[in-house]
């Protein structure tokens, strides 16, 4: 059965860091990319990260570009997202999400999501 | 990057009878459009793919339609489960955004 169970989530201060991390397990996976997408309390979904199977090709929405870094360790089945410079508006529940079939044909496994509270 | 809007923001439906829920692209994302469902509390969960494929284990009752810029989601009769916020996204170019969702809700 797939699982993605994200953590990490926290309270932090504007200007701060945070690593989550999405834990995969039930499918091979190296050979799906992953994706992070989050929710701001209230509003609707928010593309935010993609990383290739291999971890050779990452994408960034421009929100989040220069601040926010994907990464994976397909030994560990594990997926990253290192969140550096937070800012109020990326208060939100985070999300990893697999590929389908192919990166033209959504995500088909979602972890339960992880709260990232940006606030002084 | 590429916006998507929905329309209408919410749809006020009654149970047994069918929905139509648009999404447009800004440019054309060929037939790479996917759909979710959302229910509070919940992730979402993938309904449609490739404009018009219906994902693992979603009823029959559930289509897409649409290539290019305009995409339609239809379902043909709610059931009570089906009250939720749908969302469209594009796979076609990075970034992979998302349309603003449409509110299902029980008349």
């Known amino acids: 059965e797939v699982q993605l169970v994200e953590s990490g989530g926290d309270l932090v201060q504007p200007g701060g860091s945070l690593r989550l991390s999405c834990a995969a397990f039930?499918?091979?996976?190296?050979?799906?990319?992953m994706s992070w997408v989050r929710q701001a309390p209230g509003k609707g979904l928010e593309w935010v990260s993609a990383?290739?199977?291999?971890?050779?090709?990452?994408y960034y929405a421009d929100s989040v570009k220069g601040r926010f870094t994907i990464s994976r360790d397909n030994f560990k089945n594990t997926l990253y997202l290192q969140m550096n410079s937070l800012r109020a508006e990326d208060t939100a529940v985070y999300y990893c999400a697999k590929d389908s079939i192919s990166s033209s044909s959504g995500f088909d496994f979602w972890g339960q999501g992880t709260l990232v509270t940006v606030s002084s | 990057e590429i916006v998507m809007t929905q329309s209408p923001a919410t749809l006020s439906v009654s149970p047994g009878e069918r929905a139509t829920l648009s999404c447009r692209a800004s440019?054309?994302?060929?037939?790479?459009l996917v759909w979710y469902q959302q229910k509070p509390g919940q992730a979402p969960r993938l309904l449609i793919y490739g404009a018009s494929t219906r994902a693992t284990g979603i009823p029959a009752r559930f289509s897409g339609s649409g290539s290019g810029t305009e995409f339609t989601l239809t379902i043909s009769s709610l059931q009570s489960e089906d009250f939720a916020v749908y969302y469209c996204q594009q796979h076609n170019n990075w970034p992979r955004t998302f349309g603003q969702g449409t509110k299902l809700e029980i008349k």
């Open positions: 039930g499918f091979t996976f190296n050979s799906y990319a």
């Open positions: 440019q054309s994302v060929s037939s790479n």
């Open positions: 990383i290739s199977g291999s971890g050779g090709r990452t």
